[in-house]
């Protein structure tokens, strides 16, 4: 059974750092390509990052490049996303979600999500 | 950035009627869409990708159309499981990817 975990959300003031985990199971990780999507309180979804199989490939949107950093460990299975200099804005659910093995863009398996607050 | 709209943003619908639910794009992402569900307090699910194919379980009663800029989620007939959340994506030009606001399916 695909699993996805995440895990290190919680409070942190503005400027301040996570890094969120997302621990993979049940399918060969290293085949796809992964993705964070955040969802504020409320609110749609927000495509955040994504990374290749290798690693090698990484894309992110406008408002989190310089502050977000998107990585992988094959092997651990697991996933990450390194969030510095946090802003209110930025106060969402986050979700790891695995792109289809044939795709890099459509995501088929999701894990349940992590939730950031960032407030003083 | 293509910017996806969704209409309406609130359906009301009675259960076994059919909802229709619509995403257009600022430009055209050809066949590049996909639709997902999210019931509340969890995670969104793939319900169909290039536009009309339905991902891997889905029940045949969704069906995705259209190509271009204009695009139709359609419920044949709803079950009180399909009262939820529905939005539209586009992986045609990225990044970045990008979703549409979303469509609340409510009972009526």
Known sequence: ?120 | EIVMTQSPATLSVSPGERATLSCRASQSVSSNLAWYQQKPGQAPRLLIFGASTRATGIPVRFSGSGSGTEFTLTISSLQSEDFAVYYCQQYNNWPPLTFGGGTKVEIK
Not at chain 1, 39 to 45: D, H, N, R, V
Not at chain 1, 108 to 117: E, F, I, S
Request: net charge positive; hydrophobic share 35%.
């Open chain 1, 1 to 120: 059974e695909v699993q996805l975990v995440e895990s290190g959300g919680g409070l942190v003031q503005p400027g301040g750092s996570l890094r969120l985990s997302c621990a993979a199971s049940g399918f060969t990780f290293s085949n796809h390509w992964m993705t964070w999507v955040r969802q504020a309180p409320g609110k749609g979804l927000e495509w955040v990052a994504n990374i290749k199989q290798d690693g090698n490939e990484k894309y992110s949107v406008d408002s989190v490049k310089g502050r977000f950093t998107i990585s992988r460990d094959n092997a651990k299975n697991s996933l990450y996303l390194q969030m510095n200099s946090l802003r209110v804005e930025d106060t969402a659910v986050y979700y790891c979600a695995r792109a289809i093995r044939t795709t890099v863009t459509i995501f088929d398996y999701w894990g349940q999500g992590t939730l950031v607050t960032v407030s003083s």
